[in-house]
């Protein structure tokens, strides 16, 4: 009889571990410790629960590192993109999901596989010595416990960031006689119009109010141990960047770029809020990159700031939570087992990727190479060109300063072609035309992508 995987975390990494296990006939021990442990961000009970954005990011595997992510990890039966491809809502040219049937399709098909036991109990301290293969896939929200067990086993410190979640509107709440439906340059998605966001116009002098409130808004306190914690760039909540200059905002969420305002067109806006589809019913809009850790009175009364939502009624309000991870490239090895005790390994978030895409396809590499260990087979990790392998290669050793103090430069990261392996771009179109610039660089994405699906086929077979 085969032994059992221990699992350990039943988010999108864990969750995606199991099934990669399971589906190698080895059996898997899954534990969550929801619900008789809750966390300040779930909502649910539900397994592959999402707690910020409903959306996996851009779907286009050409020109978009985390879209051919996306690609790959379906070449690879991914269960996460399976049932992210099922639970579709319109977004442009980005994978956005209906939160709810995303996470009960995911919970459904772990809870009914035969090779897959879930114990709802919370692992205290480190796994006993009976569970000699386990992953350890708590994500950002390890529990204390857990936590120091890890450390303490290290000798490390771990670093720590805060992740800010964005409010959450009823869609019958907003004006539509001020705002209206665009996709940016009218994209248009795999599930989608062309017409898939709802737009919120802005001119400057509505603007620059909406900035000086910002900056005068009361946040969230932290407690003690959060005051030294930095954000992650990705994440930053909107107060935060506003105090990084007043057009911050301007060059990210709420650029104007690629719509036109149908009520008065011929008017440039200054600024544009956008609010993206949350649930499959449409009932629900998310005000996409606005996540803020403003109190909740002074927030609803900042948002309403914005022209077509005077009157908004929120289902769900921003909010904050501390995210921890390791400093995977001094104390993990390059499959992702614990450098001090190579029994764990580690995977999603809390190795130090960052988004939901991201975790669940270092989990599947965790899951594949666990089944592996088990029956006694050996793993090629994936070639350092395609996607999954440039992430993989950054958590375990692609960007470390110092080996002896502290984590050196390692930080969070979001998939991206700086993590490639260089290639080298023809300096001409099929037409003769000399690129340049942005032509130059979008033709050398393209490059990368085809070379990783190549790689990774490859691979595979």
Known sequence: MIKPVCIIGGGLAGCEAAWQVAQQNVPVILYEMRPGRKTEAHKTDHLAELVCSNSFRSDEPTTNAVGLLHAEMRLMGSLIMACADAHQVPAG???????????????????????????????????????????????????????????????????????????????????????????????????????????????????NAFIDRLLAADSTEFKDFEKDTPYFNGCLPIEVMATRGRETLRFGPMKPVGLTNPHNPTVKAHAIVQLRQDNKLGTLYNIVGFQTKIKYAEQANILRMIPGLENAEFARLGGIHRNTYLNSPKVLD??????????????GQITGCEG????????????????????????????????????????????????????????????????????????KDENGKRLKGTDKSIEKKKLMSARALRDLESWLS
């Open 93 to 207: 040219s980005a994978l956005a999901v209906d939160r709810d049937g995303f996470a009960e399709k995911v919970t459904s098909l772990i809870e009914s596989h035969p090779l897959i036991e879930i114990r709802r109990t919370e692992m205290c301290g480190l796994p006993s010595n009976e569970f000699d293969n386990t992953i350890i896939a708590t994500g950002p929200l390890t529990s204390e416990i857990l936590a120091k067990a890890i450390l303490d086993l290290t000798g490390e410190t771990s670093l720590a960031f805060f992740d800010a979640i964005a409010p959450i509107i009823h869609r019958e709440s907003i004006n539509m006689d001020k705002a209206w439906f665009q996709s940016r340059y009218d994209k248009i998605g795999p599930v989608g119009t062309g017409a898939d966001y709802i737009n919120c116009p802005m001119d400057k002098e509505q603007f």
């Open 356 to 427: 939901y895409v991201e975790s669940a396809s270092v989990g599947l590499i965790a899951g594949r190479l666990a089944a592996a260990e088990r029956l006694g087979m050996n793993f090629e990790m994936p070639p350092e060109t395609t996607a999954i392998g440039a992430l993989l290669n950054h958590i375990t050793g692609g960007h470390i300063e110092t080996v002896d103090s502290g984590p050196g430069s390692f930080q969070p990261m979001n998939v991206n072609f700086g993590l490639f392996p260089p290639i080298d771009a023809p300096s």
């Open 334 to 347: 390059k499959t992702l087992r614990l450098k001090a005790d190579q029994r764990l390994r580690f995977a």
